[in-house]
């Protein structure tokens, strides 16, 4: 069994900046990649940010040059720091992990619970 934590969302000024974190922890065996994404509401699920375990990036087009993912691989977390911070960013942010459990097992997608981001002033 897979668990993801996630920590350090809350409500923020226009402007302003977070640092989200996220911690998987269970019988790991590898990670292909880590990542976030958010729903706002009546909104679909969107790609924030992901990091692929040879350190590729991708980022959702909004959030381009204002957030940074970064990760440990042997501590298996990842982070999320979100700067310049807008009022369309308020949704509900998930981390999520593609790994496997075992050398043969099938990889799989596992989510946080999700916190929230409120950015208002």
């Known amino acids: 069994q897979v668990q993801l934590v996630e920590s350090g969302g809350g409500l923020v000024q226009p402007g302003g900046s977070l640092r989200l974190s996220c911690a998987a922890s269970g019988s790991i065996f590898s990670i292909s990649a880590m990542g976030w994404y958010r729903q706002a509401p009546g909104q679909q699920r969107e790609l924030v940010a992901l990091?692929?375990?040879?350190?590729?990036?991708n980022y959702g087009d909004s959030v381009k040059g204002r957030f940074t993912i970064s990760g440990d691989n042997a501590k298996n977390t990842v982070d999320l720091q979100m700067n310049s911070l807008k009022a369309e960013d308020t949704a509900v942010y998930y981390c999520n992990i593609i790994a496997r459990v075992s050398k043969t097992s099938l990889v799989t997608v596992y989510w946080g619970q999700g916190t929230q981001v409120t950015v208002s002033s």
């Open positions: 990091l692929a375990s040879s350190g590729s990036t």
